[in-house]
């Protein structure tokens, strides 16, 4: 199976040349590189939330393979959907599916269902690729994207996806790919904002669960965030670090209603 890319052209760079011009623009080459366990980075077009996305993967070492757990923003496919065999392509290459992982992951969880469907159109994966293709053009690819559903199944797949990676013995980084509040003026956003980081910056998925719905934050990846916190934590995690929050209305200058991102580094206790 081939996932071709569907938002090449829409938001980043179709050609390659000009797609590694864009990225080199928003990564810190010389930032100081630190074992992480995951990451939350943002998934809009890369005008508005690569600086914050580069910021972010910039800061960490890579490993071999990466688990990218997306929203569903197009409403197909399965609810809990994982590819576990096949390519994705990007102007930069292609990049393989860690099969044995992904099954691992598919037989050890009572939600993830294998689907191709759910992953045909959506963005939240795909933006993410290219910046790992930058600085790492083999690694390799579990795909994961989440429906809306209750806090319990994100925090099962969060489980699940720590136990496979315990018996399968690899090393990976686990991706959410999220926005944060979603059409808001500047302040209402960044004060919502705020609330989430710091639920997730205490690696408490369960208060981030209860501040999404309390406060009506529109974050839109908040369940792949709940899944991240609880495989991290299954995994060694012990702190978590705000590279960087900026708004879409950093780059438009329009602050009446902006959209928010945030990237996040989960570290264990070395």
């Given at each position: 199976m081939i996932r071709n890319p569907v938002v090449a052209g829409q938001f980043y760079p179709a050609r390659a040349s000009a797609l590694k011009a864009t990225i080199e623009t928003m990564v810190a080459e010389r930032a100081k590189r630190e074992e992480v366990i995951g990451l939350i980075s943002p998934h809009a077009g890369y005008i508005y939330s690569g600086a914050v996305a580069g910021a972010t993967i910039s800061r960490i070492r890579f490993k071999d393979t990466f688990i990218i757990l997306g929203p569903n923003h197009t409403g197909m496919g399965k609810p809990f959907s994982i590819m576990t065999e096949g390519v994705w392509k990007t102007p930069l290459g292609e990049v393989g599916i860690d099969s044995e992982l992904g099954k691992q992951l598919l037989a050890g969880s009572r939600y993830l269902e294998e689907d191709y469907l759910a992953h045909l159109h959506e963005h939240s994966i795909e933006v993410q690729l290219p910046f790992l293709q930058y600085f790492k053009p083999d690694f390799k690819l579990v795909p994961?994207?989440?429906?809306?559903?209750?806090?319990?199944?994100?925090?099962?797949?969060?489980?699940?996806?720590?136990?496979?990676?315990?018996?399968?013995?690899?090393?990976?980084?686990?991706?959410?790919s999220s926005d944060m509040t979603h059409y808001e003026p500047q302040a209402s956003a960044q004060k919502k904002d705020d609330k989430a980081i710091e639920a997730i910056l205490n690696l408490d998925e369960d208060e981030l669960l209860k501040r999404v719905d309390r406060l009506n934050i529109s974050m839109c990846g908040f369940g792949p965030a709940v899944s991240l916190l609880a495989a991290a934590k299954e995994l060694g995690a012990k702190k978590a670090e705000l590279v960087k929050y900026q708004t879409s209305g950093d780059t438009t200058g329009d602050y009446s209603s902006v959209v928010g991102y945030a990237g996040i580094i989960i570290k264990g206790g070395g």
């Open positions: 994961i994207i989440l429906a809306h559903a209750g806090g319990a199944i994100y925090q099962e797949i969060g489980r699940a996806i720590a136990k496979a990676v315990k018996e399968t013995g690899r090393e990976v980084v686990i991706i959410a």
